[in-house]
């Protein structure tokens, strides 16, 4: 089936005060989404930060303990640069990370503990835009992020969590998936892409095994032709993409 077109993105809802973003890697909301998370805590929004594993399989020449502790550096240093100063890891195996029970209940309890109101994941889906393989880790933390949504609110699912005091919260109005193929709101990136691309910088040492191209024009080139690129369907301003699921 073809996933429906829209030509203009109207903007992502705003009357929320919190958000909770879990994705499965450090770097992942770097990749186009920070300019939006940005311009939500200029606006006085809480935004905290939940990741799966700590990306310690992502650097081929370092092996993975040592590469754990320095991208979940980067990531703290990265997410202080959009306003963001709480980062949890739920130390899942990077690269291996499977769908399932476990790493729902996880989810579910960072939403019951921090109650947001929008959650944001990352492509859940197989490929990026129907030509790239999207890899495993993502699918499996979006997947379970959009089901958890739902989890949370369910004192009968996972009821070791109100055990351990974690009440159920069924105040999940939204989950916006960046990096979707099939987008269906915005965010104005304008005033937070600067910032966007020095906290993706902030993954240097990441960056500097992925590419030989000097780090900041990198970071510079690909996060301002994302937000370009999405910017033509949101009245010509730079933008992020979500797809947004209601609840």
């Known amino acids: 089936m073809t ?35 940005a311009a939500w805590t200029d606006a006085g929004r809480e935004v905290s930060y939940v990741l799966a594993t700590r990306g310690e399989a992502g650097i081929d020449t370092l092996e993975p303990g040592a590469c ?3 991208r979940e550096r980067e990531q703290r240093a990265s997410a202080a ?10 130390d899942h195996a990077d690269g291996v990370i499977e769908y399932g029970p476990a790493l729902r209940r996880d989810i579910a309890a960072a939403i019951r503990r921090y109650r947001p109101e929008l959650v944001v994941t990352l492509n859940h889906r197989d490929t990026w ?21 739902g989890d949370a609110g369910n004192r009968w699912i996972f009821p070791e969590l109100t055990e351990q005091g974690l009440e ?25 892409l600067e910032r966007a691309v020095r906290s993706l910088l902030e993954h240097r040492t990441y960056i500097e095994a992925l590419t030989d191209e000097d780090p900041e024009t990198y970071a510079r080139t690909l996060l301002t032709g994302f937000a370009e690129e999405t910017g033509k369907r949101f009245g010509n301003r730079p933008a992020v993409a979500f797809e947004l699921f209601p609840r």
């Not at 640069?81 to 739920?90: I, N, P, R």
Request: proline share 9%; aromatic share 6%; with cysteine.
């Open 168 to 192: 159920p919260w069924d105040g999940v109005r939204w989950v916006a998936v960046a990096g979707s193929s099939a987008p269906t709101h915005a965010v104005d990136a304008t005033a937070g």
């Open 68 to 70: 754990g502790l320095l």
């Open 3 to 37: 996933e429906p077109t829209i030509s203009q993105l109207p903007p992502l809802p705003d009357d929320w005060r919190r958000a909770l973003a879990v994705v499965a890697h450090p770097d992942d909301l770097e990749y186009g989404c920070a300019a939006a998370i």
């Open 129 to 149: 835009d129907g030509t790239a393989w999207n890899t495993p880790d993502h699918v499996a933390v979006g997947r379970a992020t959009l089901d958890a949504a």
């Open 81 to 90: 640069v959009v306003g963001v100063s709480e980062v949890v890891f739920l």
